[in-house]
């Protein structure tokens, strides 16, 4: 064995030295040396093979997760609902990002707290570039009978995951987030509609329904990316 032979530390494959991501089961690596930190944003992330949508299976957990905690997380949904309102487009990403960093924050610990949301400003330009770019390519999209849009969606469902789990920027994040979609577009599709359908009850059941509804969707996504991916041990530090 080469003495400087690098390997996974989750699968143990061989890397390249410079490899911040394994490309056998897709695992984040720590830094070669310390003091000498490498960009995650400019690795490309390799997912691990095989992937496929559990759609029911990651809307039940999102539904486990928030139930615990339904007031923390209703006033997430409420504070969610009316920032948008007030700032439409500008605080989508950042409190996107927010509500998905507390589902992985009470994943991880058992609890959450209502404050965790504001975390989701630490990151703030990059989730509001990834939802301005997102948002007029789903636009576009829609524009072609629907499901173009929809497909768009699904592409780009893990985005802001990326940008607070793995550091990642921008660009980066949303191409990770292709990467793991591209092995089932259908059945991530129907992940996304069925997420809209459950929103649209939240509107039917005179728009506070949305409270919950928007917490359990980010949930759900948020538990398929910890499925799919993988946390990072720092994130649970935040």
């Not at 793995?166 to 591209?182: E, G, I, N, T």
Request: with cysteine.
């Amino acid at each position: 064995m080469n003495p400087g032979s690098v390997f996974c530390a989750n699968c143990g494959s061989p890397l390249a030295p410079e490899a911040r991501f394994c490309n056998v089961c897709g695992q984040a690596q720590p830094l070669a040396a310390e003091g000498a930190p490498q960009s995650r944003a400019a690795v490309e992330f390799v997912p691990r093979a095989g992937i496929r949508s559990s759609t029911g299976a990651w809307l039940s957990e999102g539904w486990t997760v928030i139930k615990g905690d339904l007031g923390a997380f209703a006033l997430m949904g409420l504070l969610y609902l009316v920032i948008n309102g007030l700032v439409p487009v500008i605080m989508q990403g950042p409190l996107a990002a927010g509500l998905e960093l507390a589902v992985i924050l009470k994943l991880v610990r058992g609890r959450v707290d209502f404050a965790d949301m504001f975390k989701g400003f630490n990151y703030f330009v990059p989730t509001l570039v990834a939802s301005l770019i997102i948002s007029a390519f789903v636009f576009v999209g829609s524009l072609f009978c629907l499901i173009p849009g929809i497909v768009l969606a699904a592409m780009y469902l893990f985005t802001f995951l990326f940008i607070i789990d793995k550091r990642m920027d921008f660009w980066p994040a949303m191409q990770a987030s292709h990467a793991v979609v591209k092995n089932d577009y259908f059945g991530f599709s129907l992940f996304v509609i069925a997420a809209g359908l459950i929103n649209l009850l939240g509107v039917l059941a005179c728009i506070v329904g949305l409270l919950i509804t928007i917490p359990w969707t980010f949930a759900a996504i948020t538990v398929a990316y910890r499925d799919l991916v993988g946390f990072e041990s720092a994130t649970a530090q935040q």
